[in-house]
């Protein structure tokens, strides 16, 4: 999915997410999805690397809107 911002391929995206693609990257999921993320802080700071972002996405049930 970040590949998409800034029309990248995927082995383009690198492991780091900055604050712009983590909040593209959220926004992206809450349209997807059709919720909202309630994200605490703790888990947005480990959402700062892909494979910390796929850690915290994976403990979420986010296709119910809920953990």
Do not use: C, F, N
């Amino acid at each position: 999915m970040l590949a998409t911002y800034g029309d990248r391929r995927p082995e383009d995206v690198a492991e780091g997410i900055d604050s712009l693609e983590l909040a593209w990257l959220i926004h992206q999921l809450e349209q997807h999805y059709g919720t909202a993320l309630d994200l605490s802080d703790e888990e947005l700071a480990r959402m700062s690397t892909v494979g910390g972002a796929v850690e915290v996405l994976a403990g979420l049930k986010v296709e119910t809107g809920s953990r």
